[in-house]
């Protein structure tokens, strides 16, 4: 799955729409995921249409994509090892998810929540990456991998602090 080609279809879905993004970034003339203004060949595409058709500055592309590729790698072990297919994470497991943490950390994406409980992952917590396809797209999430917490809601500083949408 771990293809170049994959991997800018996953990045494309992560990618804000509509009133979240400002004119510029919606047009291709900012960078998506900071302020950087792109002049003419400076970006880098992600895909869209003729109305909506976001760019990357080289920086945030690359690490984006460090972020989707360790994504992709720690799912593609987890759907292949017959240690982790059997429910304990082997180390090879574990060594992939702390890659992805540390993608996700240096764009500014620490947290993680699970997608049945709405609670952000706590250390020591085991959790996964969850590939699955809604309507609107691939969505890239997380979830534990036992049962998970009662608690339905995150607290409010939870919910401040963090999202709970995935790798976006």
């Not at 009133?19 to 895909?47: D, E, R």
């Not at 609670?119 to 396809?133: D, K, N, S, Y």
Request: neutral net charge; charged residues 15%; hydrophobic residues 35%.
């Amino acid at each position: 799955m771990n293809s170049p080609d994959v991997v800018a279809r996953l990045l494309l879905a992560t990618v804000e729409h509509g009133p979240a993004l400002t004119v510029p970034q919606a047009q291709g003339n900012a960078c998506i995921w900071c302020p950087t203004t792109l002049h003419t060949g400076k970006g880098i595409s992600l895909g869209g249409d003729a109305y909506w058709c976001p760019h990357a500055c080289p920086p945030c592309h690359a690490a984006r994509t460090q972020v989707i590729a360790t994504y992709a790698d720690w799912n593609d072990h987890l759907l292949t090892c017959t240690t982790c297919l059997q429910g304990a994470p082997c180390d090879s497991a574990r060594t992939l998810r702390e890659a992805h943490v540390q993608a996700r950390t240096a764009v500014g994406r620490p947290s993680v929540w699970c997608m049945n409980c709405l609670t952000i992952m706590r250390p020591g917590a085991v959790w996964e990456p969850h590939l699955w396809q809604s309507r609107r797209g691939p969505e890239l999430d997380y979830r534990h991998t036992g049962s998970c917490s009662p608690r339905s809601r995150p607290s409010e500083h939870e919910a401040s602090s963090a999202e709970p949408d995935g790798i976006r």
